[in-house]
């Protein structure tokens, strides 16, 4: 089959071919990343099907991308990324496209020869190079848009393509329903100025900015999560592949895995909080329990980044009073953020008992924070400067306070410029006064 100029299309050179399949997977997983943080900063629907278009081309090596919405009972083709012009602008009756196709029935269309099947309008194709293509659904259970990936030769796109595009599609629902989300928000602000006073005006725009606070954390969970989970299966994968001298470096990276999942586990937590849904489970619980796990969990981190890890258990059978999985979740986040912000020395953690109190102190030799904002580390999205290039999210020692004022735990801290920082928290005992043994 030739194209409208007359020339047979030559396949696109398959670069991802040539390349062993874990750096494949990573460059993959990197572009994922990549693409759910454009779109978590994408305010609109231009933006946002902006980004799509050049993701799902860079993603499943098509020759053509095409971004459908759904406007009624048509299919509205917003914007496109081809070789050749397609359909950008056009809108067409849902009963007679395969993106509609893809829409009504919720499934994604595998298409290697348009010509051989009959859901194609087969005149609307022959001006173009398509050959063969795929389309899927954006959003569940009631798609509110399509993705198309178009090929120039006729092929099978394999089933990586096709996951990769459904994985697209995931993180598009979800950025078009955000910004869906903002534009109402912004009108009903809109609407409040024309018709209220300035009290009103003022108060609209607390819920509307607590709304949109709480919305952006669960689309910003969301959104890693994905990725995060991908990242989870391409280190299972890569433990059954690298060589046992290297095992080290999977297990490391599966640990630091488990960190950035809890800390999304956090972010959600957070905003249960703000809902008041955190279900909080009091119970007596053994304080080694929690110190051990805590080791399990961070030892191996610590020492990959050259740190030395010391732990000082004591505890003897001592038991605290607290909820055991949202007081793990605040000693992993001081730990996770004594490493985090440690180029040399130690981490130690180590218990105490004071005024009545059993404390477990969470000590690092790292940089120090200055006293003037010492205490501003607890405050949501405060961050110190890593001064590793990487950003950070702010949120780990707010959750700790958060979590810590949920359960009516103490948490102090104390730090030295150049000298390190000391967080601790302080837990109530099961019974009678605590008592540590060496």
């Given amino acids: 089959m030739v194209n409208r100029q007359g020339t047979v299309p030559k396949p696109a050179a398959d670069t991802d071919a040539l390349k062993p399949p874990e750096v494949r997977d990573a460059d993959h997983l990197a572009a994922l990343v990549d693409l759910n943080e454009r779109l978590f900063f994408a305010r609109d629907r231009t933006a946002v099907t902006a980004v799509l278009r050049t993701a799902a081309r860079r993603l499943?090596?098509?020759?053509?991308?095409?971004?459908?919405?759904?406007?009624?009972?048509?299919?509205?083709?917003?914007?496109?990324?081809?070789?050749?012009?397609?359909?950008?602008?056009?809108?067409?009756?849902?009963?007679?496209?395969?993106?509609?196709?893809?829409?009504?029935?919720?499934?994604?269309?595998?298409?290697?020869?348009?010509?051989?099947?009959?859901?194609?309008?087969?005149?609307?194709?022959?001006?173009?190079?398509?050959?063969?293509?795929?389309?899927?659904?954006?959003?569940?259970?009631?798609?509110?848009?399509?993705?198309?990936?178009?090929?120039?030769?006729?092929?099978?796109?394999?089933?990586?393509a096709v996951a990769l595009l459904r994985a697209i599609a995931r993180s598009a629902a979800l950025a078009l329903s955000?910004?869906?989300?903002?534009?109402?928000?912004?009108?009903?602000?809109?609407?409040?100025?024309?018709?209220?006073?300035?009290?009103?005006?003022?108060?609209?725009?607390?819920?509307?900015?607590?709304?949109?606070?709480?919305?952006?954390?669960?689309?910003?969970?969301?959104?890693?999560?994905?990725?995060?989970?991908?990242?989870?299966?391409?280190?299972?994968?890569?433990?059954?592949?690298?060589?046992a001298r290297d095992a080290t470096y999977v297990t490391t990276m599966e640990h630091c895995l488990d960190v950035v999942k809890r800390l999304l586990d956090g972010v959600q937590d957070l905003v249960r909080m703000e809902a008041d849904r955190v279900a909080v489970r009091i119970d007596d619980?053994?304080?080694?329990?929690?110190?051990?796990?805590?080791?399990?969990?961070?030892?191996?981190?610590?020492?990959?980044?050259?740190?030395?890890?010391?732990?000082?258990?004591g505890g003897g059978g001592l038991l605290?009073?607290?909820?055991?999985?949202?007081?793990?979740r605040i000693l992993?986040?001081?730990?996770?953020?004594?490493?985090?912000?440690?180029?040399?020395?130690?981490?130690?953690?180590?218990?105490?008992?004071?005024?009545g109190r059993v404390w477990i102190d969470v000590s690092d030799t790292g940089r120090g924070i200055p006293e003037n904002v010492l205490a501003a580390v607890f405050e949501e999205f405060y961050r110190v400067e890593a001064g590793d290039g990487v950003g950070r999210l702010g949120l780990g020692l707010f959750i700790v306070k958060a979590l810590a004022d949920r359960l009516g735990h103490r948490i102090a801290a104390e730090s030295r410029l150049g000298a390190g920082t000391t967080i601790s928290v302080a837990l109530p005992p099961a019974f009678g006064p605590p008592t540590l043994t060496d």
Avoid at 320 to 328: E, K, Q, Y
Wanted: glycine share 4%.
């Fill in 60 to 160: 499943s090596g098509a020759d053509g991308i095409t971004i459908v919405l759904r406007d009624g009972d048509l299919c509205h083709y917003v914007e496109e990324d081809a070789i050749s012009p397609l359909w950008k602008g056009r809108r067409f009756p849902m009963s007679t496209c395969i993106s509609g196709w893809a829409m009504l029935t919720g499934q994604p269309a595998v298409i290697p020869d348009i010509y051989a099947d009959p859901r194609i309008p087969h005149e609307a194709y022959r001006p173009t190079f398509v050959q063969s293509l795929v389309m899927v659904p954006v959003g569940a259970p009631a798609p509110i848009a399509a993705i198309g990936a178009y090929w120039a030769a006729r092929h099978t796109p394999g089933a990586q």
């Fill in 178 to 243: 955000n910004v869906r989300l903002l534009a109402s928000l912004q009108e009903a602000a809109d609407r409040a100025r024309e018709s209220a006073d300035a009290a009103r005006i003022q108060a609209m725009e607390v819920a509307r900015a607590n709304a949109v606070r709480t919305r952006l954390l669960t689309a910003l969970n969301h959104d890693l999560r994905q990725p995060v989970n991908a990242l989870v299966l391409a280190a299972n994968a890569l433990s059954s592949r690298v060589a």
């Fill in 285 to 313: 619980v053994p304080l080694d329990d929690l110190t051990t796990h805590a080791e399990a969990t961070f030892r191996l981190a610590a020492e990959a980044k050259g740190l030395h890890w010391r732990m000082e258990r």
């Fill in 320 to 328: 605290v009073r607290t909820d055991r999985l949202l007081a793990s």
């Fill in 332 to 355: 992993h986040n001081l730990i996770d953020n004594a490493i985090k912000y440690t180029d040399q020395g130690e981490i130690r953690v180590s218990c105490r008992t004071d005024d």
